[in-house]
């Protein structure tokens, strides 16, 4: 069995090769990875322009799509110059990226299975932590933790309950020392001589005279 797959392979793998070889990929002094990076080039146009071959896109999009692939650089030299012009190197240049297109059709579903997988398995995860209760202790805090304590203990309701206000120690107001009242020496008010008013001489009114 596994030489007759081996062969099937070696036999696809030739089809390929003389194919290439039609679209002047194997001529003379062509690098030999230029066929790989062209095949490269394809796919990325191919997803670029969501155009997956016939089966896929129809006929009326593949073939439009096929003489844009035409002007890609990485294509073989001859067929990029002459495949216009050829119908023969047309029919192998389609042949080429129909291949082309079967592999990324392919990868597309391998891709598409894996993350519908991934998403179930999230799923059925969500809904396992749903249906399972909490164990005793998981999740709590620490008692030394002041998280804990302070989740462990209820609130005090501020209506029926209200707590007693924390009265802080009055402390006894400090006597400081009066101090005694600085006897300050009285001076004796000085007595200043007094000065006799003087007497000034009273001049008698002028008494009106008879009219």
Not at 28 to 50: F, K, T, V
Request: hydrophobic share 30%; proline share 13%.
């Amino acid at each position: 069995m596994a030489g007759k797959g081996s062969k099937s392979r070696k036999k696809g793998s030739g089809k390929s090769t003389d194919t290439a070889r039609g679209l002047g990929f194997h001529d003379e002094g062509i690098p030999p990875n230029l066929y790989a990076y062209w095949r490269r080039d394809l796919g990325r146009l191919m997803i670029l322009h969501d155009c997956r071959g016939p089966a896929y896109s129809g006929t009326k999009d593949w073939e439009p799509f096929l003489e844009v692939a035409w002007n890609l650089p990485t294509l073989a030299p001859r067929a990029r110059h002459m495949i216009r012009h050829d119908p023969e190197m047309q029919a192998l240049h389609a042949a080429l990226a129909s291949d082309v297109a079967k592999k990324i059709r392919n990868g597309d579903k391998i891709a598409k299975r894996v993350s519908e997988e991934a998403d179930k398995v999230w799923m059925n995860g969500r809904k396992k932590n749903k249906q399972t209760p909490p164990s005793a202790g998981s999740g709590s805090a620490s008692p030394s933790s002041p998280l804990a304590s302070s989740e462990s203990s209820p609130a005090p309701s501020s209506v029926s309950s209200p707590a007693p206000s924390a009265s802080l120690p009055v402390p006894a107001s400090a006597s400081l020392p009066v101090p005694p009242s600085a006897s300050l020496p009285v001076t004796p008010s000085a007595s200043l001589p007094v000065t006799p008013s003087a007497s000034l001489p009273v001049t008698p009114s002028a008494s009106p005279s008879p009219s």
